[in-house]
């Protein structure tokens, strides 16, 4: 599995990230965007609404590299900062049908970016880790 089972935890415990594609001038784009791990093919399924027609969808039929970020805080008194991050190759499909959002009512028009893993990063998920010490490997 690509990731540990604490990070598969927080991954599936969140429906909220950020995705960094590149656009064709270099320039760097981040978008907030709603996502969901798809088992059967072992990616993040990032949809949304009109995503055929978004900025990040055409970046991605360009440019396949990509990041994405799930954090958090597990407190505010105690600034204690939670992170996933997962660095990979995007593809960009039109009408997936093996989609993690297959059958899920959300008015969605069918396309999604599809991350398959390369680099996972993460900190302060692991509970039994000393605070702020990272987890990196590469899975791909």
């Known amino acids: 599995m690509v990731f540990t089972d604490i990070e598969f935890d927080f991954l599936t415990g969140q429906r909220l990230g ?3 594609t590149a656009q064709p001038d ?8 709603t996502f969901r791990y798809n088992s059967g093919t072992g990616t993040i399924d990032i949809g949304g609404r009109r995503m055929a027609g978004s900025q990040k ?8 590299r990509v990041a994405f ?6 407190s505010d008194e105690s600034w204690e900062p939670r992170c996933l991050e997962i660095r ?15 059958g899920v ?10 991350i398959h893993p390369r680099r996972v990063i993460s900190f ?16 791909g």
């Open 124 to 139: 302060g998920i692991d509970p039994d880790a000393p605070p702020f010490t990272s987890n990196r490997r590469d899975v």
């Open 69 to 74: 970020v799930i954090d958090d805080l597990v």
């Open 88 to 102: 990979g190759r995007g593809e960009a499909l039109v009408d997936a049908t093996d989609s993690a959002w297959a």
């Open 18 to 20: 950020r995705l960094a």
């Open 26 to 33: 270099g320039t760097l784009q981040i978008n907030p965007v």
């Open 57 to 64: 969808f055409r970046n991605v039929t360009k440019n396949d």
């Open 105 to 114: 009512p959300n008015g969605f028009d069918g396309a999604i970016i599809r």
